[in-house]
């Protein structure tokens, strides 16, 4: 098993522009969670999916920010646009059910110059 | 929704000790209580969970153990190594609430 995907694993781009996080959870899995991790805030749950479907989106900042999983297979995190305080590390982790352990990706580290 | 307290945020400990981490629950309906180690600039795995039948589960040096009635459970390592050193987690539910900044256990030899 190839565990969670993400990528790019880093990004480094100018305040203003489009940034998109993209995320493959493990097959099988039906629960997909996008988290920020940064010195000040810790790991922060943005949104979470389950059987595709966006079920708890309220730790996602502002407008700025929009997650999508077109299918089971895929997710995608967009910043637009970007602020340098969007600058962390974005993780994916997936899990079978909602109460089950959650599998994390490698991250993607974020920096907004 | 889910309210979990953890404590403390910070532990030094010497190699060979024990280190012990608490997290306070509020959801008298919760019962899966994980925790995660992130080592730094590594992703967090799970190490440890226990569901709400038991009361106690071991793992070589680790263990975690349950107290429902008072709404706490515990992360215990014995004999800490350096490579015990780490951030570790014991998140709530998986709805609305974070992870948070977790308890940072440095480990000396």
């Known amino acids: 098993d190839a565990g969670v995907i993400q990528s790019p694993r880093h990004e480094v781009t100018e305040m203003g522009q489009e940034v998109t996080l993209r995320c493959k959870p493990i097959?099988?899995?039906?629960?997909l969670f996008w988290y920020r991790q940064t010195m000040m805030r810790g790991l922060e749950l943005l949104i979470y999916?389950?059987?595709?479907?966006?079920?708890?989106d309220s730790g996602m900042p502002e407008d700025r920010f929009s997650a999508k999983m077109p299918n089971a297979s895929f997710s995608t995190l967009k910043i637009q646009p970007s602020e340098p305080r969007d600058s962390a590390v974005y993780f994916c982790?997936?899990?079978?059910?909602?109460?089950?352990?959650?599998?994390f990706g490698d991250g993607t580290r974020l920096s907004i110059l | 929704g889910e309210n979990v307290e953890q404590h403390p945020s910070t532990l030094s400990v010497q190699e060979g000790d024990s280190a012990v981490i608490k997290c306070t629950y509020s959801?008298?309906?919760?019962?899966?209580f994980p925790w995660y180690k992130q080592e730094l600039g590594k992703r967090p795995q799970l190490i440890i969970d226990?569901?709400?039948?038991?009361g106690e589960k071991k793992d070589q040096r680790i263990a975690v153990t349950l107290n429902k009635t008072a709404k706490h459970f515990s992360l215990h390592i014995t004999e800490t190594q350096p490579e015990d050193s780490a951030v570790y987690f014991c998140?709530?539910?998986?709805?609305?609430?974070?992870f948070g900044k977790g308890t940072m256990l440095l480990v000396s030899p």
């Open positions: 982790a997936s899990s079978f059910e909602g109460d089950q352990p959650q599998h």
């Open positions: 097959s099988g899995h039906n629960s």
């Open positions: 999916f389950n059987n595709n479907v966006p079920i708890d």
């Open positions: 959801d008298s309906a919760s019962n899966y």
């Open positions: 226990i569901r709400s039948n038991v």
């Open positions: 998140p709530p539910r998986y709805s609305t609430l974070t």
